[in-house]
């Protein structure tokens, strides 16, 4: 099993204006496990295919994760930006599944 150090992408909406709602993205640092190392090309009628990894990782939450696990968006994992398409409680511990390319907004 793999060791994982990196960033979580958390998305919160906020009044950045009167009337105006924005996500605003943070990241926080997490130290776990990589307990499923995936990846598989989905043929697409695009000229490229697409890379999905289907990756879990096994984080030490805090409280902050705890409270907000519902607004994780992305991991920062191998030089990219990943989709959290799950997250499961097991306290201590958090298990995020990730999925394809994150293309949303970072901090």
């Given at each position: 099993?793999?060791?994982?150090?990196?960033?979580?992408?958390?998305?919160?909406?906020?009044?950045?204006?009167?009337?105006?709602?924005?996500?605003?993205?943070?990241?926080?640092?997490?130290?776990?496990?990589?307990?499923?190392?995936?990846?598989?090309?989905?043929?697409t009628p695009n000229l490229?295919?697409?890379?999905?990894?289907?990756?879990?990782?096994?984080?030490?939450?805090?409280?902050?994760?705890?409270?907000?696990?519902?607004?994780?968006?992305?991991?920062?994992?191998?030089?990219?930006?990943?989709?959290?398409?799950?997250?499961?409680?097991?306290?201590?511990?958090?298990?995020?599944?990730?999925?394809?390319?994150?293309?949303?907004?970072?901090?």
């Open positions: 099993m793999a060791r994982f150090h990196g960033m979580v992408g958390f998305a919160q909406s906020e009044e950045t204006a009167p009337g105006v709602w924005n996500d605003v993205v943070r990241e926080r640092e997490y130290f776990g496990d990589v307990i499923r190392n995936t990846r598989r090309y989905e043929t490229n295919d697409n890379l999905d990894i289907n990756n879990q990782f096994s984080i030490v939450g805090d409280a902050f994760a705890y409270q907000n696990f519902g607004t994780m968006r992305f991991i920062r994992w191998m030089n990219g930006l990943w989709k959290i398409t799950n997250v499961e409680i097991q306290r201590p511990r958090l298990l995020l599944t990730v999925g394809g390319v994150y293309n949303g907004p970072t901090n």
